[in-house]
Antibody
Framework: QVQLVESGGGVVQPGRSLRLSCAAS????????MHWVRQAPGKGLEWVAF????????YYVDSVKGRFTISRDNSKNTVYLQMNSLRAEDRAVYYC???????????WGQGTLVTVSS | QSALTQPASVSGSPGQSITISCTGT?????????VSWYQQHPGKAPKLMIY???RRPSGVSNRFSGAKSGNTASLTISGLQAEDEADYYC??????????FGGGTKLTVL
């Protein structure tokens, strides 16, 4: 069965960096694009970034462009989110999610919490 | 990248039906039949309930159905059960592999 396990969350000061990882299993990782979606405490879901199956195409929500970088290592079945210049408003649970054949998301990880605070 | 518009809350009694709307624009919901719906219980990850507007993944109850008309998609839950109480989010493909979510709707089963 599909499993997505995020790690790397924690407490970080404003302006600092953090790298999230998501280990995938149960499907042919190299055949599917991957998303990161976040959810601020008590708020709704917000799409953050996408990387294509081969890592060649990457897209971001405007609020993180230039600060966040999505990448993947198909040899390790892992997708990453490098987050630089973190702001208080980046505080959220970050989910990695598998792109479905219908362009949306069909499987989600359990999420990892990022807290930005001095 | 504007969020899709959903009602903040809906409610219904056990056995009744409810419908949650999701309004986008002609360039998002209206241009693609690629709306999905997710159920999220408190403290849990979202779960896919409907994809491509009206298709149900294996294992999802047929009490859940989806539809689309113009720029508005909808999720209907029939025969409401206590376990249906959750937050529901719509999501549309927005081009170039990007996605846009609705603000979420809290369903209360009275």
């Amino acid at each position: 069965q599909v499993q997505l396990v995020e790690s790397g969350g924690g407490v970080v000061q404003p302006g600092r960096s953090l790298r999230l990882s998501c280990a995938a299993s149960g499907f042919t990782f190299s055949s599917f694009g991957m998303h990161w979606v976040r959810q601020a405490p008590g708020k709704g879901l917000e799409w953050v970034a996408f990387v294509s199956h081969d890592g060649n195409n990457k897209y971001y929500v405007d609020s993180v462009k230039g600060r966040f970088t999505i990448s993947r290592d198909n040899s390790k079945n892992t997708v990453y989110l490098q987050m630089n210049s973190l702001r208080a408003e980046d505080r959220a649970v970050y989910y990695c999610a598998k792109r479905s054949a219908a362009a949306g998301v069909d499987y989600w990880g359990q999420g990892t919490l990022v807290t930005v605070s001095s | 990248q504007s969020a899709l518009t959903q009602p903040a809350s809906v409610s219904g009694s056990p056995g009744q039906s409810i419908t949650i709307s999701c309004t986008g624009t002609s360039s998002v919901v209206g241009s693609y039949n690629l709306v999905s719906w997710y159920q999220q219980h408190p403290g849990k990850a979202p779960k896919l309930m409907i994809y491509e507007g009206s298709r149900r993944p294996s294992g999802v109850s047929n009490r859940f159905s989806g539809a689309k008309s113009g720029n508005t998609a909808s999720l209907t839950i029939s025969g409401l059960q206590a376990e249906d109480e959750a937050d529901y989010y719509c999501c549309s493909y927005a081009g170039s592999s990007t996605l846009v979510f609705g603000g979420g709707t809290k369903l209360t089963v009275l």
